[in-house]
């Protein structure tokens, strides 16, 4: 006989049905004669009682955790004293009438069986749990991490057919262009010596798409990016990849907050509120000091640099902005000197301070506190006040990390979803190191129409037509309107430094197709291991990703990346050599 149910799904509707089961013992009970199997399948947990005169005793008395059986059996309802409220079949049971073993396992490296029985899993390492990635996903919390995924992947689906989008597939395989990070390269066996680079987004070609008369497009699209890892971050990864044509900034707002909203109630059942909050990125910097605010809880930066302007205190008479932070709380020294240390390590040269209590200021830089700063910061008794001076980037993205660090220790940040879109990004950034204007999104991002008579004049000033979708103080999403005009494109790499001739080299594909009359496009690419990481309520996205790598890029499971032989390398042309050879 084959399966006839799910054992979670098995319930009061069954009783006194046959049934026949399969899947993994996750917990057996031998009590005085009587057996107790808890049979797990990927929807959960039923009791399986196998009785002394069954002809599945002998089976059942030789099973151990997770090896695989089928049992066949009569449902019936549990005495009263036995329900189990915490698994969704803990009403019934099944007395066992045959058990088959399919396959025997041996004992697993950590415990997997507490999170089906509605308990704690045991905390094991991260590297044992992916070195048995197989074992690891079979815990409850993985199960349904990866199937909320699928959930949002089909939401995405439907939606987005009905909106008229169509899927496109795009390469794998394609040259390299810069987009902001490392490529992956892939060496060419028939063309020696050139090489392939795997994707960092479908951003050309989706554009490409636009020009071609597709109108709306959309991929679950898998990209590549060789940049150093963490929580957040994988060498591979997936994205919502979308582009409209004859669009729009606000249009592409408003169907991403729609999409949002759809996503929200067909996989969590919540009503997410719309539209989302607005604000510019220079708000957002001096406000909370990072471009992606968590606005689950208060906390704003305040500008005080007039107050102390050409006052006693050197370090601040001088400095180009001086920040304040009130923290809700008298810190004690212990604590101030660790949010120093967060604050250093974002560039700050300090952390300066000082407590209100009793009416008066008290410690830290109490005697150079200048006249109405209570009232410019709202300071209240029993609160401490920390402050930041210096260029103003490194002052605000210091000062904002400490208010980060604050809302973790003080409990201050919210339950539920917070979002919010970050629009008006600078169109370009000063790279110090490399003495010139660089992108801060990429080349194709079109300058605000308002402001293209500062582009070769004033580059700093000029604002893009980008946008930031923030959810609970991580960016999800990203994307901009492009440029649709051959000669606007031309002056943008004028602008960054790339000559018409390296133009013509790297990007003469995408000139040539601007040039046969391409239509206002514009797009978004949602990160979607971060979105569903965050309706999971995880901090990292491995724990929404089946197999993900470690945080220095290797896969313990498959030990990837791993040597190659020689006869391969030789196919290709290609010849190691040590670092200093």
């Given at each position: 006989m084959?399966?006839?149910?799910?054992?979670?799904?098995?319930?009061?509707?069954?009783?006194?049905?046959?049934?026949?089961?399969e899947?993994w013992?996750n917990?057996?009970?031998?009590?005085?004669g009587l057996?107790?199997?808890d049979?797990?399948?990927?929807?959960?947990?039923?009791?399986?009682?196998?009785?002394?005169?069954s002809?599945?005793?002998?089976?059942a008395?030789?099973?151990?955790?997770?090896?695989v059986?089928?049992?066949?059996g009569?449902?019936?309802?549990?005495p009263?004293?036995?329900?189990?409220a915490k698994?969704?079949s803990?009403?019934?049971?099944?007395?066992?009438e045959?058990?088959?073993?399919?396959?025997?396992?041996?004992?697993?490296p950590?415990p997997i069986?507490?999170?089906?029985?509605?308990?704690?899993?045991?905390?094991?390492s991260?590297?044992?749990?992916?070195?048995?990635?197989?074992v690891d996903?079979r815990?409850?919390?993985?199960?349904?991490?990866?199937?909320?995924?699928?959930?949002?992947v089909?939401?995405?689906y439907?939606?987005?057919?009905q909106?008229?989008?169509?899927?496109?597939e795009t390469p794998?395989?394609?040259r390299?262009?810069?987009e902001?990070?490392?490529?992956?390269?892939v060496?060419?066996?028939?063309?020696?010596?050139?090489f392939y680079?795997?994707?960092?987004?479908?951003q050309?070609?989706?554009?490409?798409?636009?020009?071609a008369?597709?109108?709306?497009?959309?991929q679950?699209?898998?990209c590549?990016?060789?940049?150093d890892l963490r929580?957040?971050?994988?060498p591979?990864?997936?994205q919502?990849?979308?582009?409209?044509?004859?669009?729009e900034?606000?249009?592409?707002?408003?169907?991403n907050?729609r999409l949002?909203?759809?996503?929200?109630?067909?996989?969590?059942?919540?009503?997410l509120p719309?539209p989302?909050?607005?604000m510019?990125?220079?708000?957002?910097m001096?406000?909370?000091?990072?471009?992606?605010?968590?606005?689950?809880?208060?906390?704003?930066?305040?500008?005080?640099?007039?107050?102390f302007?050409?006052?006693?205190?050197?370090?601040?008479?001088?400095?180009?902005?001086?920040?304040?932070?009130?923290?809700?709380?008298?810190?004690?020294?212990r604590?101030?000197e660790?949010?120093e240390a967060?604050?250093k390590?974002?560039?700050?040269?300090?952390?300066?301070?000082?407590?209100?209590?009793?009416?008066?200021?008290?410690?830290?830089?109490?005697?150079?506190?200048p006249?109405?700063?209570k009232?410019?910061?709202?300071?209240?008794?029993?609160?401490?006040?920390?402050?930041?001076?210096?260029?103003w980037?490194?002052?605000?993205e210091?000062?904002?990390?400490?208010?980060?660090?604050?809302?973790?220790?003080?409990?201050l940040?919210?339950?539920?979803?917070?979002?919010l879109?970050v629009v008006?990004f600078p169109?370009?950034?000063?790279d110090e190191?490399?003495?010139?204007?660089?992108?801060?999104h990429?080349p194709?991002t079109?300058?605000?129409l308002?402001?293209?008579?500062l582009?070769?004049?004033?580059?700093?000033?000029?604002?893009a037509?980008?946008y930031?979708?923030?959810?609970?103080?991580?960016?999800?999403g990203?994307?901009?309107i492009?440029?649709?005009?051959?000669?606007?494109?031309?002056?943008?790499?004028?602008?960054?430094?790339?000559?018409?001739?390296?133009?013509q080299?790297?990007f003469g594909?995408l000139?040539?197709?601007?040039s046969?009359?391409?239509?206002?496009?514009?797009?978004?690419?949602?990160?979607?291991?971060r979105?569903?990481?965050?309706?999971?309520?995880?901090?990292?996205?491995?724990?929404?990703?089946?197999?993900?790598?470690?945080?220095?890029?290797?896969?313990?499971?498959?030990?990837?990346?791993?040597?190659v032989?020689e006869a391969?390398?030789?196919?290709?042309?290609?010849?190691?050599r040590?670092?200093?050879?």
């Amino acid at each position: 006989m084959r399966r006839t149910h799910y054992c979670g799904n098995v319930n009061t509707s069954n009783i006194n049905e046959q049934v026949v089961l399969e899947g993994w013992v996750n917990r057996r009970r031998d009590l005085g004669g009587l057996i107790f199997i808890d049979l797990r399948d990927r929807e959960g947990l039923v009791q399986v009682v196998v009785q002394p005169e069954s002809p599945a005793y002998a089976q059942a008395n030789r099973v151990r955790s997770e090896w695989v059986v089928r049992v066949t059996g009569i449902v019936r309802a549990r005495p009263a004293e036995q329900v189990n409220a915490k698994i969704a079949s803990g009403e019934v049971e099944v007395v066992a009438e045959g058990l088959e073993v399919l396959a025997e396992a041996r004992t697993p490296p950590f415990p997997i069986d507490a999170g089906w029985r509605g308990e704690q899993d045991q905390v094991v390492s991260e590297e044992i749990r992916m070195r048995h990635r197989v074992v690891d996903l079979r815990r409850r919390t993985l199960q349904r991490n990866l199937r909320l995924r699928h959930k949002v992947v089909a939401a995405i689906y439907r939606f987005l057919d009905q909106e008229g989008f169509i899927s496109v597939e795009t390469p794998f395989l394609t040259r390299s262009t810069p987009e902001g990070a490392r490529d992956f390269l892939v060496p060419s066996r028939l063309q020696p010596g050139q090489f392939y680079a795997l994707p960092q987004s479908p951003q050309l070609f989706k554009q490409m798409l636009m020009v071609a008369g597709f109108d709306r497009y959309f991929q679950i699209a898998r990209c590549f990016r060789d940049e150093d890892l963490r929580a957040d971050r994988q060498p591979d990864f997936t994205q919502l990849d979308l582009e409209m044509s004859f669009v729009e900034q606000d249009d592409i707002l408003e169907l991403n907050e729609r999409l949002a909203a759809y996503v929200f109630k067909e996989t969590l059942g919540l009503e997410l509120p719309i539209p989302f909050p607005r604000m510019s990125y220079a708000q957002a910097m001096n406000c909370y000091g990072s471009d992606k605010p968590d606005l689950r809880f208060g906390l704003e930066l305040a500008d005080v640099s007039e107050l102390f302007r050409g006052g006693e205190f050197r370090a601040f008479a001088d400095a180009e902005v001086v920040k304040a932070l009130v923290a809700p709380a008298l810190l004690s020294r212990r604590e101030i000197e660790e949010l120093e240390a967060i604050a250093k390590g974002k560039g700050a040269a300090g952390l300066a301070w000082s407590r209100y209590e009793g009416g008066a200021f008290s410690g830290g830089i109490a005697r150079f506190i200048p006249e109405g700063l209570k009232e410019r910061v709202r300071l209240e008794e029993g609160q401490t006040v920390l402050f930041v001076a210096g260029p103003w980037r490194k002052s605000v993205e210091s000062l904002g990390a400490v208010r980060l660090e604050l809302g973790k220790r003080l409990g201050l940040i919210g339950e539920g979803f917070r979002f919010l879109w970050v629009v008006d990004f600078p169109l370009l950034e000063w790279d110090e190191e490399g003495g010139r204007w660089t992108y801060m999104h990429h080349p194709f991002t079109s300058p605000n129409l308002e402001d293209l008579e500062l582009l070769e004049r004033d580059p700093g000033r000029v604002r893009a037509y980008a946008y930031d979708l923030v959810m609970n103080g991580a960016e999800v999403g990203g994307g901009s309107i492009r440029i649709h005009r051959r000669e606007l494109q031309e002056r943008m790499f004028a602008l960054l430094g790339i000559g018409p001739e390296e133009a013509q080299e790297k990007f003469g594909f995408l000139l040539e197709a601007l040039s046969y009359g391409a239509p206002p496009h514009g797009g978004i690419a949602w990160g979607l291991d971060r979105w569903v990481a965050n309706m999971a309520g995880e901090d990292s996205i491995r724990e929404v990703i089946a197999f993900p790598k470690n945080k220095e890029g290797r896969d313990p499971l498959t030990e990837a990346p791993s040597p190659v032989s020689e006869a391969q390398l030789a196919e290709l042309g290609i010849a190691l050599r040590t670092p200093n050879g």
